[in-house]
DNA sequence: TTTTCAAAGTGTATATTTTACACTAAGTTT
DNA sequence: AAACTTAGTGTAAAATATACACTTTGAAAA
């Protein structure tokens, strides 16, 4: 459901931009949004952006992020965690942004601070719905995204530091993988994201020796060889504090 | 020098905070600014803030930053780094910061989002000296840091826990002391901030190990000891991307 | 000048962790 | 039944981390 709020309720000087990293089993995606330009432009690759949109004044940051990626991609109810906030002078000022700014906003020349979220998701779990300014939402390759709107590419790089420094610290490689997964997933999973060939027996007995991960009696169905193993992770107190002493890899 | 810009010329919804460090050998500092409340209120702990103010409509966040921590400390020239945006819609609600803002605040109920910036130095490079709205400049130490004006509070706790990672992963603590500096300082800063106690020996072994330390034919002076041979840091590139396979301890 | 004080400076043995490395097992398809 | 594909498993060597205490040196006090 969209809010319906008015024009004089936004705040015009700070926006939300979010993040949304997924896995398929293969590569590491991005959910973008293709704004709706109606046809003041033609379609080109730099239409695509990161759902994100004004804040309302009275609008937690955090809130306003859930609500913009709900309006426009119907994702619900998703753990985001801040970035930062990019505020260059110049974000806005690519020609093709104008036009779209021109289009959409009260104030078109307003002096925009966005503020980044970021969250991993199980792509399964998720159906996407385009809506709003949204003509279509894509999860796209990470290694495939051209050249985004506004600063996007910016804060996409900055996201993806965040994402492999956390995958080194915390245990966060399963929150992209289903409740059940062959430990060959989770290793994938980190060899594309941190770009690594990382030695399997290696990988796997450190993975378990971290106590995040239990075996279940489940094994893999419809694979074309030996079914592997299904395993889960543990929910137990992770201390932030201790971070240093905590590799995952 | 403070900027003369004018009213009309600030964003209303943005802010920038500061938090800057320092280590005078023995313990953990911070830099904090008494309001001047102009009599309006009882002078108490919770006068102090972060220095911080908004910023202009066309000014930079992190040349904002900088700005203000001149105009208010007369600390010029410091490498900033962002922590985050913190944007609670009670973030301005205490009934002391509200006689404040009416007091200084061309738009006093105004919503406003602040941008936290981060730095560390060495406390006697900079001779600090109110101005503005700061009637008192002063080095807290942390551990006796009371409760602050706004969200305070928050964005320090927030800045200790990225000093502390940073501590960890990258070669700050030099920037916390002076050029030429004894290894037992550098120990002690670590202990200090990580509240930790180290094994001394084995702290040397690895921080030297590093290469990011020089010993140099200087000597401490004016000690009531054996003095300390003095050592150097070593500017020498630094991968972040590996931060992780780096550990300082 | 001798003694005392305070911090500087230094090494080793043991435990733990990391790394490099390759074959057999099991289920599916042909 | 053979071929294919991924699952699943152990060990030895190297590197790193840890625990631990005495001697040296200069300044200050007696």
New interface residues.
């Given amino acids: 459901m969209e809010s319906n709020r008015k024009t004089n309720n936004i705040?015009h000087?700070?926006s939300v931009d979010c993040v949304v990293f997924g896995f398929d089993g293969f590569s590491l995606k991005v959910l973008l949004v293709q704004r709706d330009l109606r046809d003041n432009l033609d379609n080109g690759d730099d239409t695509l952006v990161l759902p994100g949109d004004l804040i309302y004044?009275?609008?937690?940051?955090e809130d306003a992020a859930s609500r913009v990626l709900l309006d426009l991609t119907g994702i619900d109810n998703l753990f985001l965690e801040?970035i930062?906030?990019f505020?260059?002078?110049n974000r806005l000022a690519k020609d093709r942004d104008k036009v779209w700014l021109d289009l959409v906003r009260p104030i078109p020349e307003s002096?925009v601070?966005t503020?980044g979220y970021f969250a991993l998701v199980n792509i399964k779990n998720y159906t996407i719905r385009p809506a709003g300014f949204a003509k279509h939402v894509i999860w796209e390759d990470f290694n495939e995204v051209g050249e985004l709107g506004f600063d996007h590419n910016h804060i996409l790089r900055t996201a993806i530091?965040k994402l492999?420094?956390k995958l080194?610290?915390e245990p966060v490689g399963f929150k992209l993988l289903p409740k059940y997964f062959p430990l060959n997933h989770l290793y994938t999973l980190y060899n594309t994201i941190l770009n690594s060939k990382l030695d399997r027996r290696n990988f796997l007995r450190r993975i378990l020796k971290t106590g995040f991960l239990k075996e279940t009696d489940n094994f893999q169905e419809g694979v074309p060889h030996k079914p592997a193993r299904l395993y889960k992770f543990i929910e137990k107190e992770f201390e932030?504090?201790n971070?240093?002493k905590f590799?995952f890899y």
Avoid: M
Wanted: net charge negative; no cysteine.
């Fill in positions: 705040n000087s700070v004044i009275d609008e937690d940051l801040q930062g906030a505020g260059s002078l002096r601070i503020i530091i492999r420094n080194y610290h932030n504090d971070n240093h590799k």
